[in-house]
């Protein structure tokens, strides 16, 4: 057996190797598992592309190019745990691993390199996700929109929000052709006193915060004595504008970090309760790339372990913990939509668990 030469301090031979051992597995199973996802999604969609004529460099830059940061991203915990267990398995089974400790490296300094590369694959995912992805989201969900399913809607029905402090905007019917919406009524407040209530039979948009009315009927109430003024049309300031009607949870992945923090705290400020959507997108952003740090953990833990059953059992138990793992991620998530769980409580939850997963698994990892 060969000697193998470890320094205490730096990033030295041994370092080196497993860091690119990692970051190469990484990326080598990212590029072939994404590979078969595209070839499936492919031959899925191929007719919807036949069908309205979509061109080939939009397939290609506006939907492909965006498809796979997408998942790559989304899949990072499972590329990570894939990664980690396949080659150190390999180290193990070769006893490259017992080798390295019986030198008298620690097993928590065996850790380290380990621990720098997921630092890489979060600080990647992390960027990626909070400011490239999205911008490729709106593309790749534009050309769906066009090429494939009708995603936008062209309506939106019984609004209300306060727009601003005190201030109720109610708005039966919104057209997206016209920019005009349908039996509209403001309604301002001084604590939970009604201060005055307009209502007009429709309200176009005109500029940014700029909207008319159509037929307008004010009333204003001063104690027990009410001033009441009409007129055939009116602008007015409302701060808001059309799109905000058509913002759903389907729109979340679309914002990136800077836009999806202001829009809750605008959001959280008018009273929305229904935000849980976006709050879940906004944690996940902070979440997923620490997940990289709990899997590697998991996966060094798990496969140092020299077995009989080799790299095989290994996988087969890595496996089953990534599906855990994405399993419990979206049950907890489908509590906070429900209501049932606070939205930081539900995205947080699953890294909570395996960390503790993690740390037994350390402890009890041969040293």
Partial sequence: MKKISYHTFGLKRIDSY???KFLGTYFFSIVLILSISIVFDLTEKLDNF?????????????????????????????????????????????????AILSSGVSFRRLMVPYMISAAVIASISFTVGGFIIPHGNKKM????????RKIKQDNARNLQMEVEKGVI????RFEVSNNTGYRFSLEKFNGKTLASRLTAESITWDSINRWKMSNYLQRDFNGM??????????DTTIMVQPEEFFITAAEAPQMNDIQLGSYLKKQRNRGVGNIQGFEDEYYKRFSMPLAAFIMTLIGVSLSSRKVRGGM????????????????FSTMSTSFSVSGSM????????PNVVFLVIGIYLYNTAPK
């Fill in 18 to 20: 497993i860091i690119k």
């Fill in 50 to 98: 036949v069908e309205h004529n979509a061109p080939l460099k939009a397939i290609i830059f506006d939907y492909y190019l965006n498809f796979i940061p997408f998942y790559m991203n989304m899949f990072s915990p499972l590329f990570t745990f894939i990664a980690v267990i396949f080659f150190t398995s390999k180290m193990a089974t070769n006893t490259e691993i017992i």
């Fill in 141 to 148: 969900l534009t050309f769906e929109d066009k090429y494939v």
């Fill in 169 to 172: 905007m109610y708005i039966e």
């Fill in 225 to 234: 004595r009410e001033k009441i003024t009409k007129g055939v049309s009116k």
């Fill in 312 to 327: 095989g059992l290994h996988l087969g138990i890595g496996l089953a913990l990534s599906a855990l793992y994405i399993l």
């Fill in 342 to 349: 606070s939205a930081f409580t539900a995205v947080w939850l």
